[in-house]
């Protein structure tokens, strides 16, 4: 073998160990990299904002591989776990679902029961009553016609119930309703958003009597405890009891 040959093969050893060695140094970057990261765990993403005390479902999330040494203890890994549940806070969209995000929809308690109605967006709710909201239901009410011809009773507005307790509040839907002309069934089509209370038997009759025959049903929200302090001469308003 002469010095040129020897020189090859000097050159394709070391060859052979450089690419050993590179394989060597990706085999430990990888162990490495596997020994920070660890096995993949599921977790939820939202996929959009979510308002404060909405209730949750399913399709409000994505599913998210993410290393399980890094999920936080509190990160839902089971959808099973938001049914029947609402927002505690604004959810943002991005944001890793956490059980601390999430609470129980509020209970009725002994003698109540679920009454939903659909509530004009512009004049109802405003984005401000929110599931636990306590408000005054108000409805205003056109006058009769009084028999024999002598007038009509003045219009009204009157607190149905006060201190109510929402339990629920639905999403933007439009919604029909008569448009007051003298024929009645045209309809205007408007935006609602439906909202359940908690209300004993008579206060639920109360309200479903406002949505059938008042004007509007309109939501005053109150603060804690100043719900029940209306006196009974000031739940009935009339234009002519101002003169």
């Not at 050993?20 to 993403?45: H, M, N, Q, W």
């Not at 405003?126 to 002598?150: D, L, P, Y």
């Not at 089509?189 to 049903?217: C, K, M, N």
């Amino acid at each position: 073998m002469n010095s040129r040959q020897r020189r090859g093969v000097i050159l394709l050893v070391v060859s052979v160990l450089c690419a050993l060695a590179a394989f060597g140094g990706v085999l430990t970057l990888i162990r490495d990299v596997e020994s920070k990261v660890g096995p993949e765990t599921t977790a939820y993403e939202l996929k959009a904002d979510v308002p404060p005390y909405r209730s949750l479902d399913e399709g409000q999330f994505k599913k998210v591989s993410v290393p399980k040494r890094w999920l936080p203890e509190t990160a839902v890994t089971d959808l099973d776990e938001v049914r029947g549940k609402v927002a505690t806070n604004k959810l943002r969209k991005g944001s890793l679902l956490q059980a601390d995000m999430i609470d129980e929809r509020p209970e009725l308690k002994p003698g109540q029961q679920e009454i939903a109605i659909m509530i004009d967006a512009e004049t109802g709710v405003a984005g401000k009553i929110n599931s636990g909201s306590r408000v005054n239901i108000f409805a205003t009410f056109e006058g009769e016609q009084q028999t024999g011809g002598k007038g009509q009773s003045a219009n009204q507005s009157k607190v149905i119930v006060s201190d109510a307790r929402v339990i629920d509040v639905g999403k933007l839907t439009p919604f029909k309703e008569n448009s007051g002309d003298e024929d009645s069934s045209r309809l205007s089509e408007r935006d609602g958003v439906p909202i359940t209370f908690a209300l004993s038997t008579a206060d639920a009759q109360r309200v479903a009597y406002a949505e059938s025959f008042a004007e509007h049903v309109r939501l005053a929200l109150v603060a804690p405890g100043d719900g029940n302090d209306i006196p009974e001469s000031e739940k009935t308003y009339t234009l002519t009891g101002d003169k």
